[in-house]
């Protein structure tokens, strides 16, 4: 069986991963690379754990939007593309959380 549905959690993973990264914050980087490493982990609690990453991870993409809003307010520039970038990004992570929700089933059996 094909697990290409796979992709989406795993760039979102890499993705967050990159913006802990730029931030220098290893911790981060580190949590991202073992949440990567649970998505071929074929049980239940890996699935989970995978899932908390991604939740965590929206969390955490909604947050740095908040906050660069207010310092982009605060100095007077423009801040509109920026929140929508972000809120895709926010959007994506969250929806391969759900996508991960859908096919636990399917993970766990194999």
Request: aromatic share 10%; with cysteine.
């Amino acid at each position: 069986m094909s697990r290409a549905w796979l992709a989406a959690p795993a760039l979102a993973l890499v993705v967050l991963g990159a913006h802990f990264l730029r931030s220098s914050e290893w911790l981060g980087v580190a949590a991202c690379v073992a949440a990567l490493g649970l998505l071929f982990v074929p049980t239940r609690w890996a699935v989970r754990g995978a899932q908390l990453a991604l939740a965590l991870g929206a969390a955490e993409w909604a947050w740095t939007a908040f906050m660069l809003v207010q310092e982009r307010l605060a100095l007077g520039r423009p801040w509109a593309r920026m929140t929508l970038i972000l809120g895709a990004v926010c959007m994506f992570t969250a929806a391969s959380a759900w996508l991960l929700q859908r096919h636990a089933r399917r993970l766990a059996r194999h």
